[in-house]
């Protein structure tokens, strides 16, 4: 075993152009595609965390007593998946919105009346922070004769999550020809070592050698340049994370949410995958050129 990888490394230094290529395209590919895991994982995260502060709207009928208020409180607070319900009167609202609004105080100095409705805000259990049941509630709201209108932005919520399912499936479709390629390269340019070494190839086996000892150092050159296409790509990778994540958790994402990098098990997959490739690269070349 030890000879083998003495062959595999010796093969490396004496092809270190066409190792180098396969090593670079290698870990492009990495780059791109856990770029994309990384972004599926923290856009996943983010969508969590938004879905969790999610509060649903429901907007009265104008001049409903305030008795009536109570009983439609009730009814909304009894309904399934409902966690919490506050009751927001158009004043309360009003004076909210004048509070975050301060420097175009200017727009309120000539209403002459309160143009905003009485609402419920309405907060709900974990289990419904999925579009369907959050439709289904709304619904339900709607039903309900003193409710004019329902709104929990399902329209954002419905374009978000359709370019989510889109990116996601562009990123599976790009890791896919990912892989073909680096295969493809690794397939190459083990078959130009392989012509390179015909003869040697040859002679080895008219004195009797195996196939298990010509293929086994260029299936473990195939490892280690999967191996090392990984460890370059992953490292890019963490240093734009670093650069990224030090400037945007400053502006945008303070108090909202953390971006994360790629879990010890991810990590560990990818360089797995990227291992497979390079090995993969290795036997089809040699299955083809080893029938001659």
Not at 105 to 116: A, D, G, I, Q, V
Not at 167 to 191: D, E, H, P, Q, W
Not at 205 to 218: E, Y
Request: hydrophobic content about 45%; aromatic content about 14%; glycine content about 6%.
């Amino acid at each position: 075993m030890i000879l083998y990888y003495k062959r595999a490394i010796s093969d490396i230094l004496d092809h270190k152009f066409l190792n180098t290529v396969t090593i670079i395209t290698i870990a492009i590919s990495i780059l791109i595609v856990s770029a994309f895991i990384l972004f599926f994982k923290n856009a996943n995260n983010v969508m969590n965390s938004w879905k969790k502060g999610i509060r649903v709207m429901a907007y009265l009928q104008p001049d409903i007593p305030e008795p009536k208020v109570s009983e439609i409180q009730m009814k909304i607070k009894g309904m399934y998946g409902v966690q919490d319900v506050r009751f927001i009167s158009k004043h309360e609202a009003l004076n909210l919105i004048k509070t975050q609004m301060k420097r175009q105080s200017s727009l309120f100095e000539n209403l002459k009346e309160n143009p905003l409705p009485d609402a419920f805000e309405i907060r709900m259990t974990t289990s419904l922070h999925n579009q369907e049941k959050i439709e289904a509630l709304a619904t339900r709201l709607e039903s309900l004769p003193q409710i004019d209108e329902v709104e929990y932005g399902q329209k954002w919520i419905r374009r978000f999550t359709s370019f989510f399912n889109l990116f996601k499936f562009v990123g599976y479709a790009m890791g896919g020809l990912f892989f073909i390629a680096a295969a493809f390269i690794v397939a190459n340019t083990s078959r130009l070592v392989l012509y390179s070494r015909r003869e040697e190839v040859e002679i080895m086996r008219l004195v009797g050698a195996t196939d298990r000892f010509i293929k086994a150092p260029f299936y473990i050159e195939g490892l280690i340049q999967g191996a090392l296409g990984a460890c370059f790509g992953l490292g890019a990778l963490f240093i734009a994370y670093v650069f990224i994540s030090s400037n945007v958790e400053q502006s945008l994402s303070s108090g909202f949410f953390t971006i994360q990098f790629l879990s010890a098990g991810t990590l560990f997959g990818i360089i797995l995958c990227s291992t497979f490739v390079g090995w993969l690269g290795c036997y089809i070349s040699l299955k083809q050129f080893l029938q001659y």
